[in-house]
């Protein structure tokens, strides 16, 4: 777009062949945006389908292209808008310093280093540049062109390496990354529990495998302790004074009573025939 409006802008002076605005184009510029003569003739072309500029032939034999109506109104107002940054180009820098600070294995600050050496020597050449524009006359409107172009670039430059400066300063306040888990091993440890593997204890299947599949898998036994309560040491109970011994004089037992030693009861005759009677009675 801007080639565009370049030959447009050339063409406000008055007609010219392709060949000619080319020249004046890289003049303008310093070289710096070298043109194609196809490019040229090929922009021209469009112009011309669009209405903007008109082709006659010229005394030399070449096509000579000028501005038409139309074309110098497109010039006015190309002065008068603004140059859209809303919308900036890519920029392949920016994507490989992204990409290499976001990758694992990207070492983002040895492209900052090498992409710095190589804009400082660019930008020692645009101020050798400079000073032979200014030791050319700079004072003409067309090396006053070509000057203010080269100073465009060299700030351009200069801001790029205090960009670079900047993201090496950045990326270097950043902790380093953990050490990554060994070949095989995924970085929460091969049982997803996050331990090392000297802290883990072997699952069955694995202990069986270490052992050749033969025999039944024991587990070493954990002895659990359990606190123990410390032992009371209360003072001795206090014994209460002991009874003295019963002294009392043994109880006096009452005078037995003598034995009945009479003789025994004779009965008498009168009681005799009575018994008789009375057994007769009962048998």
Known sequence: MSIRYGLLALLERGPSHGAQLRSD????????????VGQVYTTLARLERDGLVASQ???????????????RLEVRGWYARPVDRSQPARDELAIKIAMAAGAPGGDARAVISAQRRHTLRVLQGYARLTARALAGGAAE???????????QLVFQTEAEVRWLAHCDRVLGDLPEPAAPPPVGEPPDGPDGTGRPAAERRPSRSGAARAGGGAGPVTRPHHRRTVPTRPRTTAPPRRLSAARPPNTAPPRRLSAARPLNTAPPRRPDAASQPRRTAREGTTA
């Open 57 to 71: 032939p010229g005394a030399d034999g070449r096509q000579q292209y000028a501005l038409s109506g139309a074309g």
């Open 25 to 36: 184009f890289e003049t303008r510029t310093g070289t710096t945006w070298p043109l194609n």
């Open 141 to 151: 409107r067309k090396g006053l062109a070509w000057l203010l172009v080269l100073e």
